[in-house]
């Protein structure tokens, strides 16, 4: 049972935007923490952004200012990339986890906590 399925990625200029949508079953929606990740080529997988079940949220130093992570309608999550550059250039993925609390936790641990994935859509920025 897919659970997770992303969408939005393409090819963008260095400057401009893209908004990422996750849709998530109703269940994970209701009850998960949800985020954001992104892994390049060659690099580890890291956590870009983060929102709970109450819409707080989280953000990784790299994307502060620029990403922003939100919680619609029809159970989905957004990622919206502005001002993108070149190192934004990855594969991302929409992620779940239980625990309600999972964004207190510091994001370099993420990766290994999380327990459902998308199968990510990806993201390049090149002139």
């Known amino acids: 049972e897919v659970q997770l399925v992303e969408s939005g990625g393409g090819l963008v200029q260095p400057g401009g935007s893209l908004r990422l949508s996750c849709k998530a079953s109703?269940?994970?929606?209701?009850?998960?923490?949800m985020a954001w990740f992104r892994q390049a080529p060659g690099k580890e997988r890291e956590a870009v952004a983060g929102i709970n079940t109450n819409d707080f949220t989280k953000y990784a130093d790299a994307v502060k200012g620029r990403f922003t992570v939100s919680r619609g309608d029809a159970n989905s999550m957004y990622l919206q990339l502005d001002r993108l550059q070149p190192e934004d250039s990855a594969m991302y993925y929409c992620?779940?986890?239980?625990?309600?609390?999972?964004?207190?936790?510091?994001?370099?641990?993420?990766?290994?906590?999380?327990?459902?994935w998308g199968q990510g859509t990806q993201v390049t920025v090149s002139s």
């Open positions: 992620a779940a986890d239980p625990n309600v609390r999972a964004l207190e936790i510091d994001m370099l641990i993420w990766p290994r906590l999380f327990q459902v």
């Open positions: 109703g269940y994970i929606y209701a009850n998960h923490s």
